[in-house]
Nanobody, 123 residues
Framework: QLQASGGGLVQAGDSLRLSCAVS????????MGWFRQAPGKEREFVAH?????????YYAESVKGRFTISRDNAKNTVYLQMNSLKPEDTAVYSC?????????????????WGQGTLVTVSS
């Protein structure tokens, strides 16, 4: 089970940290990803972190340099630190787990999803 939290209403330029708590199974060898879905748009990839290879990361171009994905193995938690937020970052953010890591930018690589958390960035 995956549970995302930490969303809220912030102003442009602010920061927010999302958390994804993992429970019920071992995801220590899984790639963990964050996706988001803005109102009226399709869900899109945000970032992923590879637990197997020492935590290598990959980001969508739209968030590169502003967002940082990380994990705390002891707490079974994955984080998404979001800085310099923009109104276009407004979306429901969801975390997901990919057991194979073959193409972790694709949504269909993730069979395990948590409920999303809403991030609203006002201008």
């Amino acid at each position: 089970q995956l549970q995302a939290s930490g969303g809220g209403l912030v102003q442009a330029g602010d920061s927010l940290r999302l958390s994804c708590a993992v429970s019920g199974r071992t995801f220590s060898n899984y790639v963990m990803g964050w996706f988001r879905q803005a109102p009226g748009k399709e869900r899109e990839f945000v970032a992923h972190i590879n637990w197997r290879s020492g935590g290598s990361t990959y980001y969508a171009e739209s968030v590169k340099g502003r967002f940082t994905i990380s994990r705390d193995n002891a707490k079974n938690t994955v984080y998404l630190q979001m800085n310099s937020l923009k109104p276009e970052d407004t979306a429901v953010y969801s975390c997901a787990a990919d057991p194979f890591g073959w193409n972790s930018r694709r949504q269909d690589s993730y069979p395990y999803w948590g409920q999303g958390t809403l991030v609203t960035v006002s201008s």
